[in-house]
């Protein structure tokens, strides 16, 4: 989770990447993605397509389990969660730190039977010359941010 709105530039958003198993969404693989927004609306903005992931079993080691995409990795209880616990990080982190300002911060968490465990809490530190890079943006392709893609729309051939 990011405090800030990635795709939006908004500091208030919220940026969250989840995926299936252990160490997914940091190792790469291509995670559920949400913006939470300052006024409420979550935006899926990815849905998580690994195939496969890794459970770590209680009597060790680890194991890949294939996944199926029936479900969503988050539900709604889990999102409104992490919207609160990121308000928790930006008031309670400058305090224990006795820095200013309230973020951005870079947090690797988890759910297990949708109770939260936190691992690390760091700032986010922004890479300011990728943002300015023309050959980045030469291969960024331009998103129209109002189109809206039915989910019930059925084709027929």
Known sequence: MITKGIPSGNDRDITVAFSRGAGGAVDG???ETYLLAEEGKNSLLSPAREPSYRRLPVSGGSKMIYASFEQPILNEQNLKDLRTMAQEIRK???????EEGDGPYDVELGFTNDKIWL?????FVENKNATSSNYLESISPTIDGNKKI????TLSF
């Open 150 to 153: 039915d989910l019930n729309y």
């Open 92 to 98: 309670e982190i400058p305090k224990a730190t006795g």
């Open 119 to 123: 691992f690390q809490i760091r700032p």
């Open 29 to 31: 693989q291509a995670a």
